[in-house]
């Protein structure tokens, strides 16, 4: 999978203070990526550095094979990006938006207009006025807008602000056809993870401005161990069954339900010795983590401030 976007050990240093220290991750052809992190640990200005709206200290950001450092119009040329709410001309219908925003970029036809309009969902609507739009329908307005160049990269800085639950989903639903049916990579930046665990490829991780992990959503919300729940008909026993097996693993007992963190293949050899024993087993149970409990896990900040 080819890389279209590359942060080469990028820092960001401020009044001698390293914000953003020293971030290296790629961004493939037709992934969404999501850009975790507490709030103040560098996301914004991450991004503002890639789309130029903010120097690079040290380091470089290549979008598409050009350095922003040595060709920053060329390199810019390929992005489209919201950072915070788009801006849009609300005593203006959606397509004269579109009209204005069009003479700033060279060789975008009728077209092409027409072409995003669809694509974001706003054939029936883009003669009205932007004031009548809900939110959602202005981002995605806002969305189109960045697509009239037909950029390689989508960069959506907290793209379901002040949305409600269907604005939400309608947004999430349009960055992931976006990356299925155009082939651009989408580079989302949220607070909101249970919607980041649904709508991205992959997620990378900063805090205090350094990458903590970059993985495979799915990979990373599972981990290598997954919570069992078990239901049994002795749990004092069953404790003491699963500390002499496995004397390294987690679990916590309740009045005959215990939970107990475990790797795959170790569940039927605990319940193997469980019966052996004599203690009934009622129910056994795998428990989902989510996003949240692993990114929870990973920063270790317990006071994380977030919308889930």
């Given at each position: 999978m080819s890389s279209v976007l590359q942060l080469k050990n990028v820092s960001k240093i401020i009044k001698g203070k390293k914000i953003i220290d020293s971030l290296s991750f790629d961004v493939h052809n037709g992934e969404?990526?999501?850009?975790?992190?507490?709030?103040?640990?560098?996301?914004?200005t991450t991004i503002r550095m890639i789309v130029g709206l903010m120097g690079i200290s040290e380091g470089d950001v290549v979008v598409n094979g050009t350095s922003v450092k040595k060709n920053f119009a060329g390199a810019v040329e390929n992005i489209g990006a919201i950072?915070?709410?788009?801006?849009?001309?609300?005593?203006?219908?959606?397509?004269?938006?579109?009209?204005?925003?069009?003479?700033?970029?060279?060789?975008?036809?009728?077209?092409?207009?027409?072409?995003v309009v669809e694509l974001v969902g706003l054939t029936d609507r883009i003669h009205?006025?932007?004031?009548?739009?809900?939110?959602?329908?202005?981002?995605?307005?806002?969305?189109?807008?960045?697509?009239?160049?037909?950029?390689?990269?989508?960069?959506?800085?907290?793209?379901?602000?002040?949305?409600?639950?269907?604005?939400?989903?309608?947004?999430?639903?349009?960055?992931?056809?976006?990356?299925?049916?155009?082939?651009?990579a989408v580079i989302v930046s949220s607070h909101l993870l249970s919607e980041m665990e649904m709508m991205c490829d992959?997620?990378?991780?900063?805090?205090?401005?350094?990458?903590?992990?970059?993985?495979?959503?799915?990979?990373?919300?599972?981990?290598?161990?997954?919570?069992?729940?078990?239901e049994v008909s002795d749990s004092q026993k069953f404790a003491?069954?699963?500390?002499?097996?496995?004397?390294?693993?987690?679990?916590?007992?309740?009045?005959?339900k215990v939970q107990a963190a475990l790797a795959k293949e170790q569940v039927p050899l605990l319940v193997k010795s469980l019966v052996e024993q004599g203690i009934d087993l009622f129910s056994v149970m795998p428990v989902s983590k989510t996003l949240e409990d692993r990114f929870l896990e990973i920063t270790n900040d317990k006071g994380v401030e977030m919308n889930v």
């Open positions: 969404v990526f999501g850009f975790l992190g507490p709030n103040g640990a560098g996301k914004t950072v915070e709410n788009p801006e849009l001309y609300k005593f203006l219908s959606g397509y004269k938006n579109l009209k204005h925003f069009a003479r700033m970029h060279k060789g975008v036809t009728e077209e092409r207009i027409k072409e009205d006025k932007v004031k009548t739009y809900s939110l959602g329908m202005r981002q995605r307005l806002g969305i189109a807008q960045c697509l009239l160049h037909n950029p390689k990269i989508l960069i959506l800085d907290e793209p379901t602000n002040g949305l409600d639950p269907a604005g939400i989903r309608e947004i999430r639903d349009y960055i992931r056809k976006l990356a299925r049916e155009t082939g651009m992959r997620i990378a991780i900063i805090q205090k401005g350094k990458l903590i992990n970059i993985q495979n959503v799915k990979e990373f919300v599972q981990g290598n161990e997954q919570i069992y729940h078990f003491a069954i699963i500390s002499q097996m496995y004397p390294n693993v987690k679990h916590e007992s309740d009045n005959g």
